[in-house]
């Protein structure tokens, strides 16, 4: 996937603006300071962090997947960024020292993470005492139509995309505050702070939408893949008709979209 999610780049940080905006506000990076971004694929959020340290301070680029590091690395060092390592990293057993970051950042792949409680005490394991975790996840599904409606279109057609997505690894494992509010203070942070942002994800007309979200979502893509012609065909206008509140008269496509934001400080 690392290929598609380094090509709608421009579009991912477009739409994640507000979340992003709530992150750094957050995080609040000092100049010369080390800064941990776990799950980076392609990046979006260490070259906010990376502009913000200055050639003085230093961003570690970590993704589980290799392809994502490398088309981070690419995506970085062609905007300019030399103060940025690149690493691959799972999240449940960071490879670097004790108190070695002054900040970590985990956007949208938290609720991915089979032992997010693991991860979060990975991340307080990493961050010196007073050091910051600012992370965001997806909300219910209700909250997330251009992601749940391809989702509900296979499962209409008897195609499950497999996997309970409330489940722990599941997209919306973490979708509730109280919940992201509950890991992170058992865990062991303090001063937790939660929100919900809302977004929206534009799309010139539906078949944009859903050619752009299924790149985007490899567990979907994977099955709609497998669908014969036919059957790709009477998924996509079950999913059609599911977003038929979501088309302009004049065809464009506009989904709302809402993310939980957490944040909280090593004690
Ligand atoms: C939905 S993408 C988000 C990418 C980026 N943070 C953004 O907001 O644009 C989730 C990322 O988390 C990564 N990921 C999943 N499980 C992980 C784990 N256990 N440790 C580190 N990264 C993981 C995936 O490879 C993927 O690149």
């Known amino acids: 996937m690392a290929d598609a999610w380094l090509a709608h780049s421009a579009y991912i940080d477009a739409t994640g603006e507000p979340i992003q905006k709530w992150l750094m506000e957050r995080l609040d990076p ?21 502009e913000k ?12 997947v290799p392809e994502m590091v490398e088309a981070a690395r690419g995506r970085i060092q062609s905007a300019g960024f030399t103060n940025v390592d690149y ?4 999240a449940q057993k960071i490879e670097l020292p004790d108190g070695s970051v002054d900040g970590a950042t985990f956007r949208f792949g938290l609720m991915l993470v089979p032992d997010a409680a693991l991860a979060c005490r990975e991340v307080l394991r990493v961050l010196r005492p007073g050091g910051k975790f600012a992370i965001a996840t997806w909300a219910g599904p209700d909250r997330n139509p251009w992601v749940s409606i391809i989702g509900l279109a296979l499962t209409q057609h008897g195609k499950s995309p497999g996997g309970n997505p409330f489940e722990p690894g599941g997209l919306f494992s973490l979708s509730q505050p109280e919940v992201v509010r509950d890991l992170l203070e058992a865990s062991g942070f303090i001063e937790v702070k939660t929100d919900t942002v809302a ?4 799309a ?11 790149d985007l979502a490899a567990p979907l893509k994977a099955v709609f893949s497998s669908l014969s012609d036919e059957e790709a065909a009477a998924v996509k206008q079950s999913g059609r008709d599911m977003a038929a509140s979501f088309i302009g008269a004049d065809g464009r496509a506009n989904f709302p979209a809402e993310a939980v934001c957490g944040f909280g400080v090593k004690p």
């Open 204 to 214: 010139s007309d539906f078949d944009e939408y859903w050619s752009r979200q299924l």
């Open 53 to 64: 340290t200055g050639s003085s301070g230093k961003v570690i680029t970590s993704d589980l």
């Open 87 to 90: 690493q691959v990293i799972d």
């Open 30 to 50: 000092n100049p010369g300071g080390t800064y941990l971004d776990l799950g980076a694929g392609p990046g979006s959020t260490s070259i906010a962090i990376a």
């Open 199 to 202: 977004t929206e994800m534009p």
